[in-house]
């Protein structure tokens, strides 16, 4: 699962999880875990859901956000 945050049009950007990311064909984005940047419900979701599709002309842009399992690159410093 990758982490984003997905900007939406009018609308708060909100946090979830992906499996993969969307091929440029793509009409929909399937995401899971649709939350708040806080971690709250988003408003216009019943609290039972658990996925969403969101159609592509909707979304301005995602962020992917770096996952717990990358290694910290540390560089040299002089």
């Known amino acids: 699962m990758i982490t984003v945050i997905v900007h939406i049009r009018n609308e708060d950007a909100f946090e979830c999880e992906i499996d993969e990311l969307p091929s440029p064909s793509s009409q929909f984005v399937q995401v899971h875990n649709p939350r708040l940047r806080d971690g709250k419900d ?9 996925s969403m599709l969101v159609p592509w002309h909707r979304i301005n842009f995602i962020q ?7 290694e910290e690159v540390v560089s040299f410093v002089r």
């Open 42 to 50: 988003l408003h216009y979701l019943d609290e039972e859901v658990t």
């Open 64 to 70: 992917i956000l770096p996952s717990g399992d990358q």
